[in-house]
């Protein structure tokens, strides 16, 4: 199966400021990997698709200009949360899902724990 | 718009029983079916899926699932659960139609294990 190698895994910041979030897929190309923010004891709820050499695609309510994502490659993906505050704080975790078929698993990163101080 | 119900926020059972965990999903055509087990603070792994054919799906780690059309149901089972099976579970759906392939998650179920 696909490899998603996500980094940091966990990260301490002050509020105001902005932490980069990595999302690589190690060993195939992938055109689209999905950004999912999940909340203590809560389910995974989609973010944004990031579409390589275009503009993601944002969940209804998800401010793009605060979660900022570019998918400059094949292999990589980035979520930026800019001026981040104690809300922010969240397990966020990238996924990839190789073939682009409805019937095809996806593959997760291991997430990363923001916690904003 | 489909969703996923999974009943039961938290299930303890005792080192050798039955495991039961339960998803219910809405669609009007029936959608591909997925668990997915999460560790503590790791992402998700596939425990097995369903997309056509056999209904009855064996998995990883023992596990095994059914897709029920008349009850729109996915209920994921083991059974003889063991400690290394605490963790919290998703049942997901995403549609068979055309459309988008992102994933549908159900709110998850925390699985306790006894000893």
């Known amino acids: 199966g696909a490899v998603v190698s996500q980094h940091p895994s966990w990260v301490i910041c002050k509020s105001g400021t902005s932490v980069k979030i990595e999302c690589r897929s190690l060993d195939f190309q992938a055109t689209t990997m999905f950004w999912y923010r999940q909340f203590p004891k809560q389910s995974l709820m989609l973010m944004a698709t990031?579409?390589?050499?275009?503009?993601?695609?944002?969940e209804q309510g998800v401010e793009k200009d605060k979660f900022l994502i570019n998918h400059a490659s094949l292999t990589l993906s980035t979520l930026t949360v800019t001026s981040a505050h104690p809300e922010d704080s969240s397990f966020y975790i990238c996924s990839v899902r190789p073939g682009q078929l409805m019937n095809t698993e996806a593959f997760f990163g291991q997430g990363t724990r923001l916690t904003v101080v | 718009a489909q969703s996923v119900t999974q009943l039961g926020s938290h299930v303890s059972v005792s080192e050798g029983a039955l495991v039961l965990l339960r998803c219910n999903y809405s669609s009007s055509v029936p959608p591909y079916l997925f668990w997915y087990v999460q560790y503590p603070n790791q992402g998700l792994q596939l425990l097995l899926k369903y997309t056509t054919g056999a209904t009855l799906v064996k998995g990883i780690n023992g596990f095994e699932a059914e897709f029920k059309k008349s009850e729109t149901s996915f209920h994921l089972t083991k059974p003889s659960a063991h400690m290394s099976d605490a963790a919290e579970y998703f049942c997901a759906v995403t549609p068979s139609g055309a459309g988008s392939y992102q994933l549908t998650f159900g709110k998850g179920t925390k699985l306790s294990v006894i000893p």
């Open positions: 990031s579409n390589e050499g275009s503009k993601a695609t944002y």
